[in-house]
């Protein structure tokens, strides 16, 4: 998330590219919407869930522009730290540390059409992979780099903390009912307190906080040390994602083909749109990620069509799965996690399929918690550092991976609603990250651009909403949103 690694990786197809960018966004937030969608009504769901997946977009594509924007002044910098090792071999002023800002003096002086002329390649080609922590040094000054560090770090808290939460309530689940032991999961009509019995004396929550405990303590250790996600467990997990999502459409429009379904969704309902905000906004978050998806793509020719293209498939794949289970379970039946309505004997008959769709997030998400609570670490050691200066052993190897576990536990310790989490966290962190920072970051990119290259450049790279309006637009948006979450979450708290 905040690396300085510039390397570009494995090329891949454009198309390659568009897959993986599906199940970058399509992930956990996908089994939380339902319940958003059936609770805020489903015309009011469908018009939102399509305006944030536009809104989502415009700043996909100022992300994009950025990076080429970086890319074009560490190119520049690159060549100009070249020329003058030419023109003076004694000269040692130039290094790789200068910061981009302090060529700007030299910029009026040398233009850099100069350095053109040499046959150079195009300065904005996204050949490096620049992420968006080296992207906020480049472009925002200290109190902008701390912000973003504050902004991607509550996200990665909310993120851990869904995470932490989901698997164990996914397992309580399918293990646990009100009368004890039963194998078929949640009945039709059955409505489960967090006080009713599991096994024996143990009731649900007892169940529940064991198999956070047991989670915690299973994957908390990876915390502390390094980890990444290999290429075979990626496709795994990605290939276990679509066999269940396939299997939860389809038994879906099935149950309504045959006039079983139980779905009777309002046209809207106002009360749930914060819930319903949240969840789409972190149903649509690949920002943070982009440098290391777009970067390693081998012809950029198209990219703004095939980025296009990807929200249009994601937005019909997202209404499909939404839609069909709103109308094949009532509203007060849908799970926070869509995949346990499926945990029912009168939906799934074949048993195997009934814990395979049950337990499908216990998989897919141990696999990825490690790999989110060591970025979470490493963003926690990038904003305390300070140059040439090292951590001590125990700072570095206990405090980092301990104040990085430890909130998420508690939290997930304290509740285990997923629709409130995941709605919080796309709410606020999510607006930040998807709205805010794109935003800034385009605007002052432009900026720099104009300022090192002259007025006339243009980046090869540069979002189609190039006017300041939309830079505007999405801020005004963003903190409207900020503030009517927060007025609902407080007049909710005073009725309450």
């Known amino acids: 998330m905040a690396g300085e690694i510039t390397e570009t990786g494995e090329l891949y197809s454009p198309y390659v590219g568009l897959v993986y960018m599906f199940n970058l966004i399509v992930g956990t937030g996908a089994l ?20 944030l997946g536009f809104m989502s977009f415009v700043t996909t594509t100022f992300v994009v522009e950025a990076m080429a924007a970086a890319n074009a002044q560490l190119r520049w910098k690159r060549m100009e ?47 490096d992979r620049v992420e968006m922590g080296q992207m906020a040094s480049m472009f925002f000054n200290k109190v902008g780099v701390n912000l973003f560090y504050f902004c991607i770090i509550i996200y990665l808290y909310g993120d851990l903390a869904i995470y932490a939460a989901a698997v164990p309530f996914s397992l309580m689940q399918v293990t646990c009912s009100a009368l004890g032991n039963d194998s078929c999961g949640v009945e039709a009509d059955a409505k489960y307190n967090d006080t009713d019995l599991c096994w024996g004396p143990l009731h649900r929550v007892d169940a529940y906080r064991i198999y956070l405990a047991v989670f915690t303590l299973l994957l908390g250790p990876f915390t502390f040390f390094d980890v ?33 379904g139980e779905g009777h969704p309002p046209l809207a309902d106002f009360s749930g749109v914060r819930n319903l905000f949240g969840v789409c906004v972190y149903s649509f978050m690949c920002q943070h990620s982009l440098p290391s998806l777009v970067t390693p793509v081998s012809s950029k020719r198209h990219l703004t069509r095939l980025v296009f293209l990807d929200y249009v498939l994601i937005l019909a794949f997202y209404g499909l799965l939404s839609f069909t ?79 990085t576990l430890l909130p998420p536990v508690l939290v997930a310790f304290c509740t285990h609603d997923l629709e409130s989490l995941v709605g919080i966290t796309g709410a606020y962190a999510g607006t930040g990250i998807q709205y805010v920072i794109p935003a800034f970051l385009v605007y002052l990119c432009r900026k720099d651009t104009q300022l090192a290259f002259g007025y006339g450049t243009v980046n090869k790279h540069g979002s189609p909403f190039r006017h300041t309006f939309w830079v505007g637009f999405v801020l005004l948006w963003a903190f409207s949103c900020f503030f009517f979450v927060t007025a609902n979450i407080v007049l909710s708290e005073t009725k309450l």
């Open 325 to 403: 289970a709103i109308f094949c379970f009532r509203g007060d039946s849908l799970l926070d996690m869509y995949t346990l309505n499926f945990a029912r004997c009168d939906v799934v008959g074949l048993a195997a399929v009934r814990f395979f769709l049950g337990l499908f997030p216990v998989f897919t998400i141990s696999t990825n918690f490690p790999i989110i609570a060591v970025t979470l670490r490493n963003n926690w050691k990038t904003l305390f550092h300070r140059e040439g200066g090292t951590y001590p052993w125990v700072v570095d190897r206990v405090v980092f991976p301990t104040i």
């Open 32 to 51: 939380t919407m339902p319940k958003a969608f059936a609770t805020a009504g489903w015309l009011v769901s469908l018009v939102l869930l399509v305006f």
């Open 81 to 127: 730290t070249h020329q003058e090792e030419e023109d003076d071999d004694s000269s040692t002023a130039s290094d790789s540390d200068v910061l981009i800002q302090d060529s700007y003096e030299r910029a009026e002086k040398r233009p850099i059409l100069s350095v053109q002329r040499h046959g150079s390649p195009n300065l904005f080609e996204i050949t």
């Open 228 to 260: 990444q996600k290999t290429k075979y467990l990626q496709i795994l997990t990605s290939l276990m994602r679509w066999i269940a999502f396939t299997i939860m459409i389809v038994l879906a429009l099935v149950r309504i083909g045959h006039g079983r």
